[in-house]
């Protein structure tokens, strides 16, 4: 995308004339904050950025953009952008969603969206909770999560966004953390300039309704402990001194000491490239309080792209048999010609 | 001697044989799904209207791919009505029935007239064929079809004879039987073989053996027809008079694709045709998935709601978002069509009606989605309406549909139904350069004081549709209410009165521009039928007999349901009494006396099936106490 000419933009300029509406303390703020200085630093014209959500806290995002924005229905965002894309492709296109949004009652249209490869941008901001309709049990509740709709503790299994999108043969699928904001920053980027349907999920904290449910990722206590950097090429090493790591026993992960007989070599080296998402499979079933939980990209691969590959249909139809002309068209069925002179019907008949 | 030069010689010329002339057939094809009879309909009919005859037909086939062969369930039909003067309907009674074997001849013989011929394949009244039908004993043999001209024929045996010489296996042999009835139905009503032995071979240029046998089925069942003791006679239907041009012969989901890729051509625009597979509809995308040369993009979607998402998106980027479905899929895509009526995008919904409710019976039609159409979402949710009358009718309508949906941002139903989508007519082809452009303006500069107002409207309410990517005009719409003009969400009382009422006007003001009802009878008089769709045909030739006979009665089509033609009341306080045939329990009726507070009498049908021309007419005299 041609930047050569364009301002110099800063997150302000991405900032709408409306008044934020997310409860004090909620994640979304830090979210928007960050998403505003991504998009500034892109070297893309704002015009070209679209929003589009669909129905929740985290649904509000497009209007506190200054780009364009559809504020859609509930879980159906990834369809209206689906059509966007597909007629422009020249837009960066965003989906904001949440974890009731995106992975229940939308849950059909994020597997097809990742499925095939629209080159859309989907933020799934993950509280494990429904807020804006204050505090029900999610599809990513724990276990036992109390609520209003589950007063005695929800008894239904969570869901695994990161492993949903893996299964649903996403080419880029990432986890990062509200207040991690360099970590975010650097996600969201990335998601960015990925070709093809990113996933990112945002560990994110409903403060009214599901405070605290991701402090052992936040808590600078023991965040070290709890929370895996993914980096491509790299060891899967964590804890505060760096001294714990993962290593692959058959197929399942474990976690080791290093030293001790353990040794750097014996840990799983992160490929976010491999073709087959087999090891990012494995990563994304690492729970706390068993696991670190694994932050950053486990996939990134290259696929062409539904728009593109709609588009080229066209392209090699026009370019094999010429661009189609409605004469032909109308043409295509056997034809007949009515000559003035022929007509000796009778007109009305009982 | 080969079986087809047999046949020759025994059609001997010294048979002098008896030609009447008829002004209108309708003949029906019937045989198991696995028999062909689509084929052998469709090919009659073409080379009926090649000859200049007037066409009108429908098929019916069962919801099952491949129901049990011999089932009542498997059951396959194609009626041709043809004519030499005008015709609106593919025919009430038939007046010759192939039936291929024992359940079609079970499931089809009610609809044959007394006296009528009935040509049946007797090698298929097996014991085990006539059980699957239920017969206890053989009706060919058991005078029960006395009241008919039968004539049975050993159809599997003659064509096996035919093709004898032939390297093929039984099973392709028994395939050509179709070919061998079509050719003594050809001779019957004096058809040529050319334009279907030219299709033969085009058809099966790659399987020499195949078209030979074809060819060769074709050719003997024709020549069979001069052999026959039943029938020593053949029909003449003369050419109708029908207004010179060029034509072709098209069903109304044919219509329908082209009038989409015509409209989007007329516009400048991309098609973008969003869709989940479902039955009347899906022809509309396998025909507009064969069109990438015409830059025509087509998305099969995971589900109905994703189609029309998708569609709502492509329109919000500046394509023509169009989606297509039937009456389940309409019910899933409620809130999204809602969407576009708050966000005031535009969209074209097209519903094949088919027989509800729920699943229902989808091969089958019906009318009974109007009020759907109408009401089927929350709050106050005004759209446009509007139905062809016709198959052909279908490519102006889907045309008129996009305009009206591009120029007042609006979504916009199309309301088809499985009879227009299936049955075909003959269609003059349009002249190109004689379409008249769909004009669309997008706005490239803020439109108040160097900002963008979003819902800041013309003078026919009407707001601008600005597309992303242009510079300066960014701006968030969705679906919650918002304020006047500026677009931002907007919880105010009187703000939202304000959007309801508006939204509700500028769809009110579409009957500005919209043509007025005419009538097709006197401009008064005793009686009004008044109708929507796909019953038109059926109507107006009920009316115009009526007519002819000197009642005092005229028929009017809607064909704007939303909003209706202004002098829509005016028209019915014309008359004494009103009659609105539907194919429901009575949707117009309720709108045009609720709206107009005129009494009106309704004439329903349910049955999966189109009017006859007689059911409208036996109303007609009722009412009128002929």
């Known amino acids: ?350 | 001697m080969s079986a087809t030069a047999a046949a020759m010689t025994m059609a001997s010329p010294s048979k002098q044989r008896r030609i009447e002339e008829r002004p209108e057939v309708v003949i029906r094809f019937a045989g198991d799904s696995g028999d062909g009879m689509q084929l052998a309909g469709t090919q009659f009919s073409n080379v009926s209207a090649v000859v200049g005859n007037d066409i009108s037909t429908l098929p019916d086939f069962p919801a099952e791919i491949r129901a049990p062969a011999g089932s009542l369930a498997g059951v396959s039909g194609y009626q041709i009505h043809f004519s030499s003067y005008d015709i609106y309907t593919p025919g009430d009674r038939v007046h010759a029935l192939v039936a291929m074997n024992p359940a079609a001849l079970k499931t089809n013989i009610k609809d044959l007239e007394e006296g009528g011929i009935l040509i049946v394949n007797s090698d298929a009244f097996t014991t085990s064929d006539l059980q699957k039908a239920g017969y206890k004993t053989n009706p060919l043999e058991d005078g029960s079809l006395k009241k008919y001209r039968l004539v049975a024929v050993p159809i599997t045996k003659l064509n096996r004879e035919a093709l004898s010489d032939l390297k093929l296996s039984p099973r392709e042999v028994d395939r050509c039987r179709n070919f061998f009835v079509l050719g003594l139905v050809y001779w019957l009503y004096e058809r040529p073989l050319e334009p279907t032995l030219r299709w033969i071979k085009e058809k099966f240029a790659r399987n020499p053996a195949v078209m030979e046998a074809n060819i060769r089925a074709l050719k003997a069942g024709y020549s069979y027809g001069e052999t026959l003791e039943e029938l020593p006679v053949q029909y003449r239907v003369p050419k109708a008079k029908i207004p010179p041009g060029r034509y072709r012969k098209i069903t109304g989901n044919e219509a329908t694709a082209l009038g989409l890729v015509t409209a989007a051509q007329l516009a400048g625009k991309t098609l973008v045709y969003c869709s989940y597979p479902i039955t009347p509809a899906s022809d509309i995308l396998h025909t507009l998935a064969e069109m990438r040369r015409y830059g025509v993009l087509t998305i099969q979607a995971e589900d109905e709601i994703a189609a029309v998402g998708a569609a709502i998106g492509a329109s919000f980027g500046g394509a023509l978002g169009v989606t297509g479905t039937s009456g389940p899929g309409l019910c899933l895509k409620s809130e999204a069509i809602n969407l576009a009526v708050m966000a005031e995008l535009p969209v074209v919904i097209i519903d094949v009606q088919r027989a509800g409710p729920s699943t229902g019976m989808p091969t089958k039609t019906e009318q009974a989605d109007l009020l759907q159409a109408l009401f089927g979402r929350n709050g106050e949710s005004p759209v446009v309406v509007v139905a062809p009358a016709s198959p052909a009718e279908c490519f102006t309508m889907i045309i008129e549909a996009i305009r009206l949906a591009v120029s007042y941002m609006t979504p916009v139903f199309f309301m088809s139904d499985g009879y227009l989508a299936n049955s075909a007519e003959p269609w003059p082809i349009p002249k190109v350069e004689q379409l008249p452009k769909i004009e669309i303006q997008h706005p490239t500069e803020p439109n108040e004081d160097g900002q963008f107002m979003p819902y800041k409207r013309d003078h026919r309410l009407v707001r601008p549709w600005a597309l992303p990517g242009t510079p300066g005009l960014e701006h968030r719409i969705g679906g919650l209410e918002k304020e006047d003009v500026t677009g931002n969400v907007s919880y105010d009382p009187l703000n939202h009165e304000h959007m309801v009422r508006t939204r509700a006007q500028k769809v009110a003001n579409i009957a500005d521009e919209i043509p007025p009802l005419s009538v097709v009878g006197p401009e008064t008089g005793d009686l009004l039928v008044i109708s929507w769709g796909s019953t038109y045909g059926a109507i107006i030739a009920a009316v115009e007999r009526a007519q002819r006979k000197g009642l005092s009665v005229a028929c009017a089509q809607l064909r704007y349901l939303n909003p209706m033609p202004k002098n829509t009341g005016e028209v019915l306080r014309r008359y004494k009494r009103v009659l609105v045939p539907e194919l429901n329990l009575g949707h117009l009726r309720l709108l045009l006396q609720g709206r107009y507070l005129v009494e009106c009498i309704g004439l329903n049908k349910v049955q999966g099936r189109p009017f006859l021309v007689s059911e409208i007419e036996e109303k007609i005299h009722e009412l009128l106490h002929v």
């Open chain 1, 1 to 350: 995308m041609p930047a050569a000419s364009l301002p110099t933009l800063t997150p302000k300029d991405f900032a709408s004339d409306q008044d934020v509406r997310w409860c004090p303390g909620c994640g979304d703020y830090s979210i928007l904050a960050q998403m505003k200085k991504v998009c500034a630093s892109l070297g893309i014209p704002r015009e070209r950025f679209v929003f589009i959500s669909g129905i929740g806290c985290s649904s509000r995002f497009p209007y506190y953009m200054n780009t364009y924005g559809f504020h859609t229905i509930h879980g159906r965002a990834p369809t209206f952008a689906t059509g966007l894309k597909v007629a422009r492709p020249d837009l960066l296109v965003w989906v904001i969603t949440g974890d009731g949004d995106g992975l229940s009652i939308g849950g059909n249209h994020l597997l097809h969206a990742l499925r095939r490869n629209v080159d859309i941008k989907i933020i799934l901001f993950n509280n494990e909770i429904y807020g804006l309709t204050k505090g029900q049990y999610s599809p990513t509740s724990r276990l036992g999560t109390r609520t209003k709709s589950s007063p005695l503790g929800s008894f239904e299994n969570p869901i695994r966004p990161i492993t949903i999108a893996l299964a649903a043969e996403a080419t880029f699928v990432a986890r990062t953390i509200d207040v991690d904001v360099n970590h975010l920053t650097e996600t969201l980027r990335r998601a960015a300039f990925h070709k093809g349907s990113a996933f990112v999920e945002v560990y994110q904290n409903c403060k009214v309704f599901n405070d605290g449910v991701f402090e052992y990722t936040t808590d600078k206590e023991v965040k070290s402990d709890n929370v895996l950097y993914l980096e491509h090429g790299k060891p899967l090493i964590f804890g505060k001194n760096r001294d714990k790591g993962i290593r692959l026993n058959g197929l399942e992960p474990e976690v080791v000491e290093l030293g001790k007989g353990v040794s750097v070599d014996d840990l799983i080296i992160h490929d976010e490239k491999a073709a087959e998402p087999t090891l990012a499979f494995v990563l994304s079933r690492m729970y706390y309080p068993q696991f670190p939980e694994p932050v950053g990209v486990f996939r990134a691969i290259e696929r062409p792209t539904f728009e593109d590959l709609l588009n080229r249909q066209v392209e090699d139809a026009i370019k094999a048999k010429g661009r189609g002309k409605l004469e032909e068209l109308f043409q295509s069925e056997d034809i007949w010609e009515v000559e003035e002179a022929e007509a000796n019907g009778p007109t009305a008949l009982d």
